[in-house]
Structure formats: C-alpha cells, structure tokens
C-alpha cells in the first residue's frame, strides 16, 4: 500500500468520524435547574433548547399532547392567537414563550404551570420557535404531527361563482 | 333540484300568479291544505315588536308587516347606524320592545338600550356585566353571542364567562345574576336565551373542551335554578323519567348517558346546548338540540354517545324528556344537533300534523312529530357523501364506510364538513309562501383525527381539519326549501359562506347577509334579488323587521364578521396555516381582502313620503 | 475455549426459559409454527445430508488422477436417471415446504373467529396501550403492557401505531405482527396452555425498544371474568391522609394532564392508564417488576429508570413521593 493511499484513506476516516464530535447532546432528564427566574431575557437555558433538533422534537410531541393545537391550530391559530406570524403579544423570546406558558395570560392562555416540567416548557418553547422563526432545516424533526397538507381536491373543480351585477347573480337558470 | 330552481324562475310570472291566487283563497281552498302553517299556539299575532331572536315559541322569524315589499325594496335606506365599540363576531338579533331596541355585543356582552322615538337611536342606558376575561381562550368559535330575549319587563341574557343576567327593561339595573358555568372546565355560554311559563332556559357552550352539556331553567323572577338536564350520564342527570317515551328502540333503554360510552368518558363527553330553543306552548313542551360529543375524534368513544347529536322534548314545567331522537348516532364529523326547529302544522302523508323542521347539520331536512318524534321524512338539502340517508325504519343514520375517521390517517373530501351543511345561523319560514329560507354553506372537509388527550381548560379535539369549497366551487347556499313537497323550491348559490340568518316578511321579502359585509333582500317567491347593500363589514348577525313608534316598518342587522366562519378577520388568523379556527381558515382564505373587523348595528326604512 | 462454553450456554439456555419462548408453542399459532419449523428442519436436514451424501462419494470416487482411469461407456443413461431423480426430489420437497408454510400462514391470518375476545392493542415510544373492547361501550377496559386471556379462547388483537412501525411478538403464543402508523393490522391468537408470557417490540423503535415488553398471562375462564370485572370497577377513593396527600397531587401536578385513573377527575390518553396500576406485574412497560421500591424509582426519576421515555423528572418532594406512592399502591 503507497504511503499516499494511507495518507488518503486517513484524512477520509477523519472527516467521517469527525462530525460525530459535533453531535448535539441529548439531554433526557433537565440539569438540576437554578430556581428560574421568569421573564427574564439571557437565561443560560434559551441558547441550550433552542435549534436543538432533540429538544424540537419533544416540544413538537408535547405541543399536540397539551392541546396546544386545539387553539393554536398548527401555527395558524383559532381560538388562539397564530404563532407563526411575527407579532407576539406578550413577546416573541425563548424566555417569554416559556414565561407565557407558565404562567398563562390573562385573555385565556391557561397556565401549565402544573401540568408540565420545566424542561417540557422549554422543549415546548424551542417548537414554537420554530413555527415562526426560520429554523435550523437540520434541526427541525423529520416528522410532521399535523395532516399531509395537499392542495383541496373538491368532487368539482374550484372556481369562484362569478359576480356581475346584483339583478342578474341571482337564481339565474342554469 | 337545480332544474326546480330553473323551471321557477322560468315560469315566473305564473307562479306569481298562482301565488297570489292561492294567498286569496288561503282560508279555503284545498291548496291551503297542502301548505304547512306555524303552530299557531307558538306563533300569536305579529304586534310589531321582536321581543326574542326567533321571533316568536315557533321560531318562524317571520314578521307579517308589509309595508315594505317587493316593489318598494329598492328605496330601503340606512336610516341608524352606530358603532358598537367591539369588533369581533355580531351574531346577535337586536331586539325591540315598544320604542326601545336591545342589544347585545360579542364579548365583554355590553347591553346597549336605544331610544327608537329620537333620531339616530341615541343610548338609553348600558349595562357592562364585565366578564372574566379568560373565558376568551375557551370560546372555542369566536367569542360571540347570539342575542338577548326579553319577557315582562326584563332582559335576560348570557355572557361568555357562563352567568346568566336579568336587567330591568326600563332603567338597566341588574335584577339578578346567576353563574351557571366553570371555564375553567371550559364552560362557557353564547346562546341567546328562551322564556317561557316564567322560566328562562339556557345551555352552555364547550363541546371542544370536553365539558358535560346541560340545558337549565331558572326561574326568571329570582334566577334561581328550576331544573337542570344533563346531556349525557345516568337517567336521573338526564331527566329521564317514566313520561320518557322515545320513538326508536335505539333511544330506549336505560341508563344509555353511560351505557353507550366507555367508562368515565361521559363525564366529559359534551352534548352541549348552544344553539335555539323552541316552545309549544299547548304541548307545554321545549324542543331543543344538543351538540357534539368530545372529543371530535370518534375512535376514543366507541358507542352512540347518547344524548348527544339529538333533539330534546321536555316538559317545561319539570324539565322530565318526553322524547329523544339522535340525528347523527357516534357522532364522526363535529354534526352538532343545536340548529333551530320551526314548530309547523302540516300534511303528512295526508293528515296535517304537529311537526318541528329541522335543517340538520348533517344535511338532512328533518321533519319530526312534535308529539312522538316519530321522523317522517329526511331529505339531503344540501351534498352529502358521508351517509346514505337516513332508515326511517330505525330512525338511524346511514353512515358511508369509507368516510369514516380513522386514527393516523387523513379522510379525503367528506361533505359536509365539521360545520355541516348548515351551522347555528338560523332559517326563517313563511306562512304565506309556506316555504323554509334556509341560509347554509356548502364545505367539504380532509380530516385527520389522532389522539386527543384531556386536560380541563383545554380543547379536547383529536382532529386536524382542512375545510374548502363543495362541488360547485361556491361556499354559500340560501335554500328555500317547502317542506310539503320535501324539495327545494329554488336556490341562491354564494361564493363566501353563509353565517348570517335569515328574516322573512308579510312584504314577501326574504333578507340575509353575507360574509362581505352585503345584505340582501330577494323575492320570498322567486328568490330573484331584489335589493342589496353594502354595510361597513361581513354580516354573520340576525336581520330582524319590527314597527317604529312612528308607525313605519323598520329592518335592523348587526354587521361585524366573525364566528368560527369569520375569526380569520375577527382574530386575525394566519390564512398559511389550513388547520387554524379548526379547519375554517382554508375555506376563507380570501376574506380578509373582501371584508374587515367591525361592529356596527344597522336600520333600514323607506324614506318618508 | 473451555472458558467461553459456560457462556455460550447460557446464551443457548435463554431460549429454554418459558416466558419468553420462540419453542414455546403455548399458543395454537406459535404451536403450528413449531410444528413448520419441525418440518423445515427434517426437509432440510434430509436434503442436506444427501447432499452431504454426493459429496463424500464423489470425493472417494474420484481418488486418483484423472488419466489413471478408462473412459467409460454407456454411463450416460444411469447419470440422467439420477439427475432426473434428483430434480424430482428437490421440485417434491419445496413443493411440501410451500404448501406446508401457506397452509400454516393461512391458518394464522385467515382464523377470526366470532366469540373472539376483541382487544385494541395501540403501540406507542415505549409502551402498549390494551383496550378490551366490548359490544356494550360502557364495559370497555383500558389497561396498559399487560395482557390477561382466557386458555383456549381465540383473541382477535387489532394493531396501531401512534408514532413509528412497532411489532407485537409474544413468541411463545404466535409469529410477529407489524404496527403501522395510520394502518390497522391485527392477529389472532389461541393461548392453549395456562402460564405467564412475556411479549416484546419486535421492531427497532428508538431509545427504548427493548424496554418494551407486554405481559401476557393466560388463565382460566373464570380467573380472566374476575380480572375483568375487578378492571371495570373505577378507583377506590384514597383512605389514608398519606394517600389523600398523592391523589391531591395527582389530580393539581403534572400526573393528570397525561394519565387517566377512572372515577377521579385524572382524565389524560396519552400516558398509560393507571386505574389499576398496582394489579399489573410489571411498571415501565416490563423496565422493573412491580414493587414499592420500584414505583419509588420509576416516580422519583423515571429518566434514570428508563432514559429517553416520555415521562418527565418532576422532582417531587419526598412527602409528596411517599403519598404518590401510597395512593398508586392502593390501585388494584
């Protein structure tokens, strides 16, 4: 084998084992958190959850299991305001999504304070950043929760009825 | 169908003619046999007042003033038009009585009284009954309200927050107030109440937080509770006692509010009462529907979920059920049974019988003894693919296999959708036309149901919907449908949906509202359109025609888009998300550009000769 | 090499342990495919020692070199005469094999008898959720990662998957099935002798896939109808101020937003249903068998006890541990 050959095969096990070095950290449990102080902008903890693909996935799981979507619909809200626009009531950072949770807002976002861990809020917050920011595409879980979204196939062709003039829209004989 | 509407249309002068012909002979003639006629115990004389939103026990919200008509329709004009300060979904009908109108606004649910003998209707009084605010994030479809009802001197409402309201007519001073609801079960109250033999009834709203309907009567002297009847649960929740006779062997049985569910799930297993009531007064019977049963997704509750999807006969004075009957059995698609029933006497099958009428959500027109609930007949007014008809043998629904909702998996094209092919906004029947104007939507829907998971406060759906345009490509539908002859009589297609109700008049006008904001007046008979005009946003309230105190003939709507079919402009939804309002977004993505959130009240007169 | 054999046998012996038992044949499915094996086996071998056979004899045959021996005549006829044989033979035995394999596979899928008991059986990341289904709603049982059948009754088990392709094994009563997202499949079994199984995802899904196993215990008529009747009862109110202090947690905290437990108002679906926990074996889908210290473990730090699964670190309080404890406990 020519030394050149080695050299080669060297560098090409390096690049192959090396990115695994990279491999983002899997934290099942949470750290033994500091006692959270809410609404407070730089907690250590936003820069952790966010864009981490294993803490999207939990939150993308935990967001269809605490109901979020009977309101929040799939970003589009309903009963909920939307959350993939950018205008954010009670504030748009990882911080204050997971203070929102928590604590709930007045107009009817109720509290989970006692329904979820910590860590899930925060999981939970790394998702619904993502509905609105644009987020990491190698981060973001392979899955979808909600429904394959296809263009409607209506039984008949959408076309909008025609508007013309009040008189003649009306009971026209087809 | 369409070739009925077509053949009217054509021949129009002749059914003018035979119509005006048969109003001449009414009393006598044969003809008059075949035409159905309110109860007439439900409907007294027209005083000119509109003291409740259905107009009148038999829910005919027909008013016989005449004086505006098919020839004068053209010089309607705006005669008040004031803000109402809020600018989510008006479902409200205003109400009047002698010279003062009544309303009702979408949540905080301020009560305005105008003073109809000054120019421009300025406030008599306000009465804020201040609402807890967080009953806004358990409204499931917008957080509306359909209206006040009025009865000896008081006003009698609901708000969002579940408490019922008396208010002195006069001043505005609360009488008394009751809480009947918990939102933090996510009970919440938007129906306009019904009053009747000193009771005021009211239902609760929720069915998408998994909350327990019921309907109750308080006593409207002090707001005490009379009774109260659970949808669901063991017999004695329910009222169901000896007098309990229903027609089908399905609905017999005992104890069904929890044989018919799986363990415990009853406790949370809807069959709200959000939607119309309607009394016979000589029957001394109410008659009302109960919603859908939670969650939306139907694998999770295996059994007929009784009493849910089905209407009511109670006794009014004890609240005991007379009858039942379950329109759609294992509810599938959200076809809650809330929508109004219009007490008729008509012929079936050759006797003139007490029947209700019911455009059912699940598309079908029913027609139902009031006595015995016996069905006798159910005919699709609008496209259904998800049941076969309905087996009037059995009384049950024919549902189609292959729509059925299946758990991981999305069910292309069901029609019609989650809403139905008609929803609350309530239809209006005409004694002289002997026709039912039903203003309804034509949605078809994907659905795809997974797991809901239950945690009080919150939505209990299971379902992700997706909702567009049925065959034909238009949204809206407005049916005149005869309920003799068991047809349609003719149709107006609308693009937008149709979320408004509909009034009929002694002028043999029809009036209805769209979601871009125009209200429209068509000839009763024809359904050719006579009159229309643009109000300041999308109409989805209740038009209503009452007497002035100067003796003129007035219409009044409220406009303010909203509902479950508006909140895409009331809330400001995002139209990218399909799902969002439960599926509604996608049908209405174009809203937004036709319409705009507002709060207005409206009337209409001829100009003064 | 003498060291390794000890090893080597107990990796061999595991198989013989009857709980978990591809040899079992406790079931008629798991019977049947015994009896394939078998056949496979004794068709194979035979085929093998022929072969085994030709091979020696053609090795003692050809010893020499070629040259050394004369060319034969009219060898040709007897050389065809085996050939053709011998293509009879292997076309008989793989057509006894196949027909044996479709007729046992037939009989496994094709079988779905009317008085089946009807189960539910959903998969999800790392848990089964088993509901006993029932013509009358309100005697539907749920229950979770335990399965009680009647010996000798044929079960009729419908299949879903909540989140990724799963497969239910008990080896000792049948073959494998799939769970498919978004699909129904199912399977039949006929327990046929009395015993306690242990079944197991049989297909890689994640983290804790092998912390997935199913309890399965095969009794009699009347012991199954006892179980039956004592799932159906809801739970018993808490009895002692230790229990009551874990109810009225569990009812406020995190516990109720997943779990269900009937007749309180604890009415989450996404986590297994705990109405009778303490009656199951097994706790963690099969991670320990049921005991106080375990329930302490698992409750305490369930991310230690099986890392990755869904269930979260609270970080209870001791006192609100011991009452979670006391009042699961009483959940038989």
């Given at each position: 084998m020519s030394s050149r050959f080695r050299a080669v095969s060297a560098a090409l096990i390096a690049m192959v084992a090396l990115p695994s070095c990279d491999r983002e950290t899997r934290e099942n449990r949470g750290k033994p958190l500091p006692e959270s102080v809410p609404g407070i902008v730089g907690d250590p903890r936003a820069a952790e959850y966010e864009g981490n693909a294993f803490h999207i996935a939990q939150g993308q799981r935990y967001y269809v299991w605490m109901n979020c979507?009977?309101?929040?619909?799939?970003?589009?809200?309903?009963?909920?305001?939307?959350?993939?626009?950018?205008?954010?009531?009670?504030?748009?950072?990882?911080?204050?999504?997971?203070?929102?949770?928590r604590e709930g807002r007045p107009n009817g976002m109720p509290s989970f304070d006692q329904k979820l861990s910590e860590q899930q809020m925060w999981q939970l917050a790394a998702f619904v950043r993502t509905l609105s920011a644009q987020p990491r595409q190698d981060a973001l879980p392979g899955r979808a929760d909600e429904m394959s979204n296809i263009e409607p196939r209506t039984l008949d062709e959408r076309r909008p009825v025609e508007r013309t003039s009040p008189a003649a829209d009306q009971a026209r004989p087809r | 169908m369409a070739r009925t509407a077509a053949g009217n249309s054509r021949t129009l002068p002749w059914l003018r003619l035979a119509t005006a012909a048969a109003f001449l002979f009414a009393p006598t003639a044969a003809g008059s046999q075949a035409r159905a006629v309110p109860a007439a115990s439900a409907s007294p004389p027209d005083d000119g007042q509109w003291v409740m939103p259905a107009k009148n026990y038999a829910s005919t919200r027909y008013s016989a003033l005449s004086q505006i008509n098919r020839q004068n329709v053209t010089k309607l004009k705006p005669v008040v038009n004031v803000a109402t300060g809020h600018k989510r979904g008006h479902e409200a009908a205003p109400l009047v009585v002698g010279s003062t109108m009544y309303i009702v606004t979408p949540f905080p649910n301020n009560v305005f009284a105008l003073d109809l003998t000054k120019p421009g209707a300025p406030v008599k009084w306000a009465f804020k009954p201040r609402p807890r605010r967080a009953a806004q994030g358990v409204a499931c479809c917008d957080i509306v309200n359909r209206g006040a009802a009025y009865a000896n001197g008081r006003i009698f409402f609901n708000t969002l927050d579940g408490q019922t309201i008396a208010l002195d007519a006069a001043t505005g001073k609360e009488v008394w107030r009751t809480l009947l609801g918990n939102i933090n079960k996510g009970e919440t109250i938007t129906m306009a109440p019904l009053v009747a033999d000193g009771k005021v009834l009211v239902g609760n709203s929720g069915g998408e937080f998994g909350v327990r309907g019921w309907l109750t009567a308080l006593d409207a002297?002090?707001?005490?509770?009379?009774?109260?009847?659970?949808?669901?649960?063991?017999?004695?929740?329910?009222?169901?006692?000896?007098?309990?006779?229903?027609?089908?062997?399905?609905?017999?049985?005992?104890?069904?509010?929890?044989?018919s569910w799986p363990p415990d799930q009853w406790k949370i297993g809807g069959g709200t009462v959000w939607g119309w009531i309607s009394y016979d007064p000589k029957l001394k019977m109410v008659y009302y529907g109960t919603g859908n049963p939670g969650p939306w997704n139907p694998e999770q509750r295996p059994g007929d979920n009784k009493w849910t999807t089905g209407i009511f006969a109670r006794d009014i004075a004890t609240g005991q059920a007379r009858w039942f009957y379950q329109s759609s059995p294992h509810d599938l698609y959200d076809h809650d049974d809330i929508n109004e029933s219009i007490l008729l006497d008509m012929p079936v099958n050759g006797r003139v019988r007490p029947v209700l009428v019911r455009p059912g959500r699940n598309g079908f027109m029913y027609v139902i003894d009031r006595v015995t609930g016996q069905v006798y007949s159910a005919d699709p007014y609008g496209f259904i693919n998800s049941a076969k008809g309905v087996d009037l043998r059995t009384g049950r629904l024919i549902p189609v296999k292959e729509k059925e909702p299946k758990m991981g998996r999305v069910i292309r094209n069901i029609c019609p959708a989650a809403p139905g092919a008609k929803d609350w906004n309530p239809s209006a029947f005409s004694p002289r036309t002997g026709l039912l104007y039903v203003p309804h939507i034509n949605l078809c829907m994907d659905m795809g149901t997974m797991e809901a998971n239950y945690i009080a406060g919150t939505p209990y759906i299971g379902a992700d919907v997706k909702m567009y345009a049925g065959p034909g490509g238009h949204r809206g539908v407005f049916t005149a449908w005869d309920p003799v002859r068991r047809r349609k009589a003719f149709e107006i297609k609308e693009d937008l949906p149709l979320w408004s109700g509909a009034l009929a008049t002694a002028g043999d006008l029809v009036f209805y509202g769209t979601m871009d904001g125009w209200l429209k007046a068509i000839d009763a008979a024809s359904g050719k359109l006579l009159w229309r005009i643009r109000l300041a946003s999308g109409i989805i309230g209740q038009p209503v025609s009452y007497r002035g105190?100067?003796?003129?003939?007035?219409?009044?709507?409220?406009?303010?888009?909203?509902?479950?079919?508006?909140?895409?402009?009331?809330?400001?939804?995002?139209?990218?998300?399909?799902?969002?309002?439960?599926?509604?977004?996608?049908?209405?993505?174009?809203l937004p550009g036709r319409t705009k959130a507002e709060g207005r009240l409206y009337v209409f007169a001829l100009p003064r000769r | 090499m003498r060291r390794l054999l000890p090893g080597l046998a107990a990796v061999a012996l595991v198989a013989c342990e009857g709980r978990q038992s591809v040899t079992g044949g406790d079931g008629l499915h798991s019977g049947q495919f015994n009896s394939l094996f078998l056949i496979f086996l004794l068709v194979t071998a035979f085929f093998y020692l022929l072969v085994i056979a030709f091979l020696v004899a053609a090795v003692v045959r050809r010893r020499g070199r070629a040259e050394d021996r004369p060319e034969k005549s009219g060898g040709e006829g007897g050389f065809r005469l085996i050939l053709i044989g011998w293509v009879a033979l292997v076309a008989l035995g793989l057509t006894g094999l196949t027909a044996a394999s479709y007729f046992s596979d037939a009989a496994a899928g094709g079988a779905r008898p009317a008085n089946a008991i009807r189960i539910a059986v959903t998969a999800n990341q790392w848990w089964?959720?088993?509901?006993?289904?029932?013509?009358?709603?309100?005697?539907?049982?749920?229950?979770?990662?335990?399965?009680?059948?009647?010996?000798?009754?044929?079960?009729?088990?419908?299949?879903?998957?909540?989140?990724?392709?799963?497969?239910?094994?008990?080896?000792?009563?049948?073959?494998?099935?799939?769970?498919?997202?978004?699909?129904?499949?199912?399977?039949?079994?006929?327990?046929?002798?009395?015993?306690?199984?242990?079944?197991?995802?049989?297909?890689?899904?994640?983290?804790?896939?092998?912390?997935?196993?199913?309890?399965?215990?095969?009794?009699?008529?009347?012991?199954?109808?006892?179980?039956?009747?004592?799932?159906?009862?809801?739970?018993?109110?808490?009895?002692?101020?230790?229990?009551?202090?874990?109810?009225?947690?569990?009812?406020?905290?995190?516990?109720?937003?997943?779990?269900n437990i009937s007749g309180t108002p604890a009415s989450g679906q996404v986590a297994?249903?705990?109405?009778?926990?303490?009656?199951?074996?097994?706790?963690?889908?099969?991670?320990?068998?049921?005991?106080?210290?375990?329930?302490?473990?698992?409750i305490a730090d369930p991310q230690s006890a099986k890392p990755g699964n869904h269930m979260p670190y609270v970080g209870l309080e001791p006192h609100e541990l011991h009452g979670v404890v006391a009042y699961l406990e009483t959940l038989k």
């Open positions: 979507n009977g309101c929040h619909a799939h970003g589009g809200g309903g009963m909920g305001p939307p959350l993939m626009d950018a205008e954010w009531r009670y504030g748009g950072s990882m911080e204050q999504i997971v203070d929102t949770i | 002297g002090s707001g005490r509770i009379v009774w109260k009847a659970y949808s669901t649960g063991p017999d004695k929740d329910v009222l169901i006692g000896p007098a309990f006779k229903p027609f089908y062997p399905m609905d017999q049985g005992k104890d069904l509010g929890v044989k105190p100067d003796g003129r003939q007035y219409i009044a709507v409220m406009s303010g888009v909203g509902g479950w079919a508006g909140a895409i402009v009331s809330a400001g939804l995002d139209p990218r998300d399909p799902t969002a309002a439960l599926g509604f977004v996608n049908a209405v993505r174009d | 089964w959720d088993v509901r006993y289904l029932d013509p009358v709603p309100a005697n539907t049982i749920r229950t979770a990662n335990e399965l009680h059948l009647p010996v000798g009754v044929p079960v009729h088990i419908q299949l879903k998957s909540n989140d990724v392709i799963h497969s239910f094994w008990v080896p000792n009563l049948a073959g494998k099935q799939d769970l498919i997202p978004g699909r129904i499949t199912d399977i039949t079994l006929i327990p046929r002798k009395e015993g306690l199984y242990r079944g197991q995802c049989a297909e890689f899904c994640g983290l804790q896939h092998a912390h997935m196993a199913l309890d399965v215990t095969v009794e009699p008529m009347e012991t199954f109808e006892a179980w039956r009747r004592s799932q159906l009862r809801p739970a018993p109110p808490p009895a002692t101020p230790l229990a009551v202090t874990g109810y009225n947690y569990i009812m406020t905290q995190e516990c109720s937003a997943c779990h297994p249903d705990l109405t009778h926990i303490a009656s199951r074996r097994s706790i963690g889908a099969g991670t320990f068998p049921m005991s106080r210290g375990h329930l302490y473990a698992w």
